[in-house]
């Protein structure tokens, strides 16, 4: 089972960026799969994730209006669209997949038990 994230680097503040996070090794039909983010000293953050079918889809507040999550059609990618970025969304995102219940779970870590290596964002003058 692996979980790819692409799309990351660098880029000034009002720039916009695409995350995408491929996973592989079973079927993800019926997964969840979300992104979180994490800067240095900070604990890891819940962004965004989005129900099995591309329903349910859910946002941190400091991203809302922001950042747009979407399912591909296989149900094996996620994108995350990244516009107005600011220096405080600079962080390693992680892409996450897993089976929450509640909605809840869906923006908490202890919803998804696959997770990728992460990806820099780096949002700077």
């Known amino acids: 089972v692996t979980l790819v994230e692409s799309g990351g680097g660098s880029v000034q503040p009002g720039g916009s960026l695409t995350l995408s996070c491929a996973a592989s090794g079973r079927s993800w039909s019926s997964y969840a799969m979300g992104w979180f983010r994490q800067s240095p000293g900070k604990e890891r953050e819940f962004v965004s994730s989005v129900g099995w079918n591309g329903d349910r889809a859910h946002y941190a507040e400091s991203v809302v209006g922001r950042f747009t999550i979407s399912r591909g059609d296989a149900r094996n990618t996620v994108t995350l669209q990244m516009r107005s970025l600011k220096p405080e969304d600079t962080a390693v995102y992680y892409c996450?997949?897993?089976?929450?219940?509640?909605?809840?779970?869906?923006?908490?870590?202890?919803?998804?038990?696959?997770w990728g290596q992460g990806i820099q964002v780096t949002v700077s003058t």
């Open positions: 996450a997949a897993g089976r929450p219940w509640t909605d809840s779970d869906y923006q908490h870590s202890r919803g998804y038990n696959y």
